[in-house]
């Protein structure tokens, strides 16, 4: 990738970095192979929307990586960084810090330099936080780069303002701005659903080889969904069942010194939401074993129920988990 033209003069585009701009193009990628595009396409894909991608950012403080005491750079008090790489690097120079309407002005003018876009022109955008920039301030300079950007006659498709490509906790943001033809706009629209990423719904994807669904089953108010399996798959399911029934013994043990524990800075309630959430769990993978679920659609029901029955943050992180 190589969005970033803070890294080098127009004319040698292959020599930037990639930065935020990443997010564009894995994204477009990842919605081309949804849609079943072959290999080649799927790459032709990304380098077009590398080709159409570009990006600015600032930084105020520089990050600190674990197990260490100082950050990788620092700035100047009232000074930002501009330039920032998202793997720690400082910026390429150091300006005074303007107010947030002048920094989007400063961001929205030097990328569209790289563009010759006309009035009506679509754009993916992308307000990135570096880590430790508040969603409040961000949204104050969202608000101006929007305007900015009408005021080119750009229509802006699908707007992303949040943290999406950070850098621990670095302090600062970025401008990514992806130039949208109807092939790129159809992907940067794409739902999507990953644990950091979540966009529209995906219950409608066409996937290019999906699994037959064989029946549905209901676990108390849940619902789960049981696909087709190799006769492996099934054995293995089995096999996790009973790894969960010991699991589930050795919890309902130990659930009173759980609570204790959790007692001493918490509510209390640690032990009985793990008993709680391994018992549902245990139901559902039962229900779904009985139903010739292989291990996949097993592990998936019995997390979906543990994270729904146990509560807290252990339910979730255990059910995800």
């Known amino acids: 990738m190589t969005d970033d033209i803070a890294s080098a003069p127009r004319g040698e585009e292959s020599q930037r970095r990639g930065i935020a701009g990443d997010f564009v193009v894995f994204k477009c990628m990842s919605a081309a192979a949804e849609e079943g595009y072959a290999i080649d396409d799927v790459v032709r894909v990304g380098e077009k929307a590398n080709d159409k991608t570009r990006t600015l950012g600032v930084a105020f403080a520089g990050c600190t990586l674990p197990g260490e005491t100082q ?150 108010s849940d619902t789960g969904v049981i696909s087709e399996s190799s006769d492996r798959s099934k054995i293995y399911a089995e096999r996790v069942l009973e790894i969960m029934k010991s699991v589930g013994l050795k919890l309902e043990e130990v659930e009173l010194e759980l609570g204790r524990i959790d007692a001493v800075a918490g509510d209390g309630d640690h032990g009985r939401g793990m008993v709680k959430g391994v018992q549902a769990a245990i139901e559902a993978a039962s229900e779904a074993v009985r139903n010739g679920a292989g291990v996949q659609d097993t592990l998936t029901v019995a997390g979906e129920a543990w994270s729904s029955k146990a509560g807290g943050t252990s339910g979730a992180l255990w059910g995800r988990g």
């Not at 790289?114 to 022109?121: H, L, R, V």
């Not at 992907?187 to 409608?204: D, I, L, Q, V």
């Open 71 to 220: 950050p990788l750079f620092t700035v100047p008090a009232g000074k930002m960084g501009l330039g920032l790489g998202i793997h720690g690097e400082p910026g390429v120079s150091e300006d005074a810090i303007p107010s947030a309407r002048a920094l989007a002005k400063q961001l929205v003018d030097s990328l569209l330099e790289e563009f010759s876009c006309a009035k009506g022109q679509k754009v993916g955008v992308i307000l990135n936080g570096l880590g430790a920039t508040k969603y409040e301030e961000l949204f104050v300079v969202w608000r101006s780069v929007s305007e900015f950007l009408d005021d080119h006659g750009l229509v802006v498709v699908g707007p992303e303002v949040g943290e999406l490509v950070t850098s621990l906790d670095m302090a600062g943001l970025s401008l990514t701005i992806v130039e949208l033809d109807e092939e790129l706009e159809r992907f940067w629209r794409a739902p999507a659903n990953t644990p950091a990423y979540k966009k529209g719904k995906t219950s409608n994807l066409v996937r290019h080889s999906e699994t037959r669904i064989l029946r549905q089953i209901h676990v108390g």
